[in-house]
């Protein structure tokens, strides 16, 4: 039988790769989008007449639940969140309002319109913070920003729903993970498009924050493969998804350089405004039980995903030179 999923943050990136494994799979896709003035949907065009997007904003429970009984899902991702860690700081209430209290709102939704719908909150290893690795389920959490602390709130709350409803509700406490996909403000894709206008001769340098800082990278792809996998197993439970290998911000960057042929240290320098007041330091995630319950691993590596991360900017940036009439020897 065909299944229905909903996807809240259908736009952005992880939305886009799950629709596409969804509908590779059969189901009937519909995506919560929210207002805009403009035209927001450049990750999903290429699949938009395969889904059905239904107007709907995690700050309003009332457009949530319409979206529930339009779709009739039997599964709900909630991937939409003020996701980026740095506006945490600078919009903290608002953050709160989406990325914590919207979790509480879809719940709802779903235990009054149908609770035997299964749900995936998008948990983040920014929840674990200052707690050393390598971080696993049993690990406590220490946040260390507003996003953190409200996706702390957003992953109890699915825990809590679970017990006292029964419903089958699962977190996946996710560590990063990018694709050529990724939001231009997150460091992995600001590197690989500062590297591709700098190989083309578009841009002379670049400023970055903390190069020490280190991260558990992986593919996009293959992380929502795991939320997938969650929602079909027999009972709800949370899981940490993690490639198990940690990079520091200047190994990213060394590696990126080098993919151009480039040495980073012509290139790059540290602007303290870029700093945070707070910094998660060592993430590097133990993804052994998600290997173990639900035979998930992993595809491509970090070389692998830099490699393409880098190659897809200097194709879209010779695209947008060559749009531009310029000369590009
Ligand atoms: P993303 O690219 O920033 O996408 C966020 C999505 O949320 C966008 O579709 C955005 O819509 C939507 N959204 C934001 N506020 C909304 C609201 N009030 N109502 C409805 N939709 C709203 O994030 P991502 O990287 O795909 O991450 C997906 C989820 O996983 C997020 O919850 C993120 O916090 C979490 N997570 C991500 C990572 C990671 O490394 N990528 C790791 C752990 C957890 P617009 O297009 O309209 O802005
Ligand atoms: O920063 C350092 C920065 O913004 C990574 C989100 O998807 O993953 C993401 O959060 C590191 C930090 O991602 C710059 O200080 C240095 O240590 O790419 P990011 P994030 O904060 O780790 C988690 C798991 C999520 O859940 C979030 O939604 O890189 N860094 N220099 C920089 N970061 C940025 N953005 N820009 C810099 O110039």
Redesign the pocket.
């Known amino acids: 039988m065909t299944k229905t999923a909903l996807i809240t943050g259908i736009t952005g990136q992880d939305g886009s790769y799950l629709a596409e494994l969804l509908l590779s799979k059969g189901y009937k896709v519909y995506g919560l989008v929210r207002r805009s003035s403009s035209v927001n949907v450049e990750r999903i065009s290429h699949i938009a007449n395969d889904i059905t997007l239904i107007p709907g904003d995690l700050l309003d429970q009332t457009s949530i639940a319409n979206a529930i009984r339009q779709s009739q899902p039997d599964e709900i991702y909630n991937l939409a969140?003020q996701?980026?860690?740095?506006t945490s700081w600078s919009q903290p209430e608002l953050t709160g309002q989406f990325t914590a209290l919207g979790v509480t709102r879809v719940l709802e939704a779903i235990r009054t319109e149908n609770p035997k719908i299964r749900f995936y909150q998008a948990s983040?290893?920014?929840m674990f913070g200052s707690t050393p690795p390598p971080q696993t389920e049993k690990s406590l959490f220490h946040p260390r920003?507003p996003?953190g602390v409200s996706?702390l709130y957003g992953h109890f709350a699915t825990i809590n729903y679970r017990e006292s409803y029964g419903m089958f509700a699962c977190s996946g406490i996710?560590?990063?993970?990018e694709s050529p996909r990724r939001g231009l403000?997150?460091?992995?894709r600001?590197v690989s498009n500062c590297v591709a206008q700098i190989k083309l001769g578009l841009l002379d340098k670049m400023?970055?924050?903390?190069?020490d800082?280190r991260?558990d990278w992986g593919f996009a792809g293959d992380y929502v493969r795991a939320m997938w996998m969650m929602l079909q197993a027999d009972k709800p439970e949370d899981y940490v998804i993690a490639t198990g290998i940690s990079k520091s911000?200047r190994e990213l960057v060394d590696t990126a350089f080098k993919i151009v042929d480039l040495d980073y240290h012509d290139y790059v320098t540290v602007?303290p405004a870029?700093?945070?007041p707070a910094?998660?330091d060592f993430?590097c995630g133990d993804a052994s039980y998600a290997r173990e319950k639900l035979g998930w691993a992993p595809d491509v590596t970090f070389e692998q995903l830099v490699q393409s991360m880098v190659k897809e900017d200097l194709q879209r940036n010779r695209r947008i030179i060559a749009a531009s009439g310029a000369d590009l020897r």
């Open positions: 969140a996701s980026f860690v740095a983040s290893s920014e920003s996003y996706k996710l560590f990063n993970h403000e997150f460091v992995t600001k400023t970055i924050g903390n190069l800082a991260r911000v602007d870029l700093l945070r910094e998660v993430l």
